[in-house]
């Protein structure tokens, strides 16, 4: 009977036991209580410009590929940015901020190439200077073995003039694949191996060449050569030991101050392909808040995002220490943030931000409480 007795005793106390860690792993997660300090931060998820004081901050541009950038001797920026699948814009800002001039050419984006501002359109094979004079005029870019009928001691001394005259060198690879032989008879038919050749593109005094050779250049020019070229982004500089070979550069403008949880779900994300399961991942919906100081002003800002329950690196701390891994969504792939991004130099009158590489903000001091922005 003692038996008995004990037995329905660590049963019903168990069944308590369960019970009670249900219902707390049920109830909802209370939000953190934000400080006063935080109170009139400004959320630029919903506002066109945020202010301070002095300053204001303002959605300049929005693009659907990465934004480019090039600062000309001038201290004017050029910005290249894609506006649907065929307009790629090129801007002209001048040191105060504003715009001065578009260029506009139709073509597709892969077909483009920004590098120390100028600009080539590898398919019509020819090239712009408007960043340095505003001739919105196409020349054609002179081809030089274009029919791979060189020898190998000609292209060798051409290699060597290119690399002793032209301060950088776009290199690109492409090949010829030949028509299979016409089989004679039962003959299986055969076909050539693929002829891979390289392509420089190079300036001299503003005019721009275009040599294709069979040799190999990969010693003088090596795949991260034409990357650390082709970077384009005063935010960020090649780290070939990070995801994408671009790493932000961090800048003490940019103050990550508090990040405010207010409601933890669990998000079921699809397997990576194939027969892959699903898993659960913890996440907070919350918000993050960040000083951004610019002219002896700091524009205080507020982003609504989603916090990953781990403690994965990126560039936003808080006091020191990861917060884990920001994201703009939660869904799968997730847009993961790894860090805000500024940039400003002596030379020009106003501050770049941005949190996103297809978007551009302006900072600049406040005069009529507006910036120009397209």
Excluded at 26 to 32: L, V, Y
Excluded at 87 to 102: H, L, S
Excluded at 112 to 123: C, E, L, R
């Amino acid at each position: 009977m003692r038996m008995f007795y004990w037995f329905c005793g660590v049963t019903i106390g168990g069944l308590f036991t369960f019970l009670g860690l249900k219902i707390f792993n049920n109830k909802p997660i209370e939000s953190d209580k934000l400080p006063s300090e935080f109170e009139r931060y400004q959320s630029f998820d919903s506002v066109k410009i945020v202010r301070s004081a002095k300053l204001s901050m303002a959605l300049f541009l929005e693009s659907t590929e990465d934004i480019q950038y090039f600062f000309t001797p001038e201290n004017k920026m050029i910005t290249y940015s894609v506006q649907n699948k065929t307009d790629n814009r090129f801007t002209k800002v001048d040191k105060a901020g504003e715009i001065t001039d578009y260029l506009i050419i139709h073509s597709k984006p892969h077909d483009i190439v920004f590098v120390n501002g100028f600009i080539i359109d590898k398919k019509k094979r020819n090239y712009y200077t408007w960043s340095f004079n505003g001739n919105k005029q196409a020349y054609p870019i002179t081809m030089q073995n274009d029919r791979l009928d060189w020898d190998v001691n000609k292209q060798q001394e051409q290699i060597s003039n290119i690399v002793n005259a032209s301060p950088w060198v776009l290199v690109d690879y492409d090949y010829i694949s030949p028509e299979p032989n016409k089989p004679v008879g039962d003959e299986i038919p055969t076909t050539q191996a693929m002829n891979t050749y390289a392509m420089l593109t190079y300036f001299i005094n503003g005019d721009c060449f275009k040599f294709i050779t069979t040799l190999d250049v990969t010693d003088r020019f090596p795949y991260i050569y034409t990357e650390k070229l082709l970077l384009n982004n005063p935010f960020k500089h090649h780290n070939s030991k990070v995801p994408g070979g671009k790493e932000i550069t961090l800048r003490p403008h940019v103050k990550y101050r508090y990040y405010q949880k207010l409601k933890l779900e669990k998000v079921r994300f699809s397997g990576g392909g194939g027969n892959a399961p699903g898993f659960d991942v913890m996440l907070y919906h919350g918000n993050l808040f960040t000083d951004v100081l610019y002219k002896n002003d700091t524009l205080k800002l507020k982003e609504f995002m989603y916090e990953f329950n781990d403690r994965s690196v990126s560039d936003i701390k808080i006091n020191g220490k990861s917060i884990g891994t920001l994201t703009k969504n939660k869904a799968q792939p997730p847009a993961i943030i790894d860090g805000y991004m500024y940039y400003t130099n002596e030379n020009i009158a106003y501050a770049l931000f941005t949190n996103n590489d297809k978007k551009l903000y302006i900072i600049k001091r406040r005069k009529d409480n507006s910036i120009s922005a397209k």
